[in-house]
């Protein structure tokens, strides 16, 4: 099975090479706990490949996804000019439904299902990022979130494009979890207290992945000026 590489050399050695090519992978996590950074990392290193890429943003202006990557050390920008990564601006249709809202127009006008989604993607697109599912997850039921997170997996198989959805951790625990059924993959991002050191830090879970010996066990990372960077846990204590 072809890898591509999450950017991020630590993790690479962990997942035999990188992300399962042409699957869709979920990464979930707190507020704070650096999910978008991993999107941003697995953007960066397929752009230096050569690669087609793209970020669908439900919650950022693509100048907030550049000048976050630019403070990695990771220059998005002449990827974006040049036409090789596409933000689609979805953060903005958002912002614009709801100012809608508020002057008359009824919400579900502006609805996306997350199959449509893809209907966005180039076929020419190698890597995507979706950022962040979890909005599409408040406003309907878990039978149809379901069945929407199916289709759109089906639909990117077929464009054999290699995915990771996004999912905020309010989201993915009011859907019951089910979005982890659904992927390929799964990695949980954490933000605890190390009872050992007295100290916060943020702990990375691979709690699946197909075709890939994974270790149960939790890996301590850091976000740096150069990027995330991870180390094992040492069987540290956490505090729930």
Do not use: W
């Amino acid at each position: 099975m072809e890898r591509f590489s999450t950017g991020i050399d630590e993790l690479d050695k962990k997942l035999s090479g990188g992300y399962p090519g042409e699957k869709v992978i979920l990464i979930t996590g707190v507020a704070g706990s650096g999910k978008t950074i991993f999107g941003i990392h697995f953007l960066y290193r397929s752009c230096l490949e050569g690669k087609k890429c793209m970020m669908i943003a439900t919650e950022e202006t693509p100048e907030d996804i550049l000048y976050q990557a630019s403070l990695l050390g990771h220059d998005l920008k002449p990827y974006y000019e040049s036409g090789q990564l596409l933000i689609e601006r979805i953060f903005e249709n958002r912002s614009e439904r709801i100012g809608q809202t508020r002057v008359g127009f009824k919400p579900e006008t502006f609805e996306i299902e997350l199959p449509n989604l893809v209907e966005l993607v180039p076929e020419d697109t190698k890597c995507l990022v979706i950022d962040n599912v979890g909005v599409f997850a408040l406003r309907i039921s878990t039978r149809k979130l379901r069945d929407q997170l199916d289709g759109m997996n089906y639909l990117l198989r077929k464009k054999r494009c290699t995915t990771l959805l996004i999912m905020d951790e309010a989201a993915y625990n009011m859907s019951q979890q089910l979005a982890e059924y659904t992927a390929y993959g799964s990695i949980r991002l954490l933000v605890k207290e190390n009872a050992y050191l007295g100290k916060m830090e943020r702990y990375l879970n691979i709690s699946k992945m197909r075709s890939t010996p994974i270790s149960p066990d939790m890996s301590v990372f850091e976000i740096t000026p150069e990027g995330i960077k991870i180390r094992e846990s040492g069987g540290t204590e956490l505090v729930d």
